[in-house]
């Protein structure tokens, strides 16, 4: 709308507002007082966009205002993008975090896996020495094993801690800083 047009109109057919926004400029217009409303949200032009609004009253009459409108619509899109943006360095942060804490006893569970598979094999000579000492046999512990299955068990969580390991590294990966 024009100047020229707007000049001398009704304010419901120049200025058009949600109700409360609209409420609150006719309330400023009749106390006399300038104000300020921010962050109007639009849908205008198949667009969502973003006013500003400032009443300031001239002279006597209560009908003798300038109502200035900003459109601040990139304002507000980049003051989203920044919360967003902190949002995830903060998630990033929190999964490195996470990471290096999951590392820890991740870290202990597969190398207590591996030295458990270490101290049952055969083929090592501490384990035969050991074996021989005690009247053992690593033949029938190993016959034992797999009769019970219990080698599918330990491997079954060597897999599940190696998937999870991968996860971790994911997340620190997803947490690192681009260069």
Known sequence: MSAGEA???LLDGVLTLPAEPMTQVKDAI???STCHIEHISQYRDGEHRYLNVVIYPLGEQDSEVIIRLDDVTEWVRMELTMVQTEKMRSVGGLAA???HELNNPLGAILQGLQNVRRRLSPDLDKNQETAKALD???DKAQAYLEKR???LFIDGMTK???QAAEIVRNMLLFSR???
């Open 149 to 151: 299955s219990i080698n």
């Open 30 to 32: 009749k106390q006399r």
């Open 160 to 162: 599940a801690g190696e």
């Open 97 to 99: 975090g996470l990471a």
């Open 136 to 138: 053992f046999s690593l």
């Open 177 to 179: 800083k681009p260069e």
């Open 7 to 9: 000049l001398g109109a």
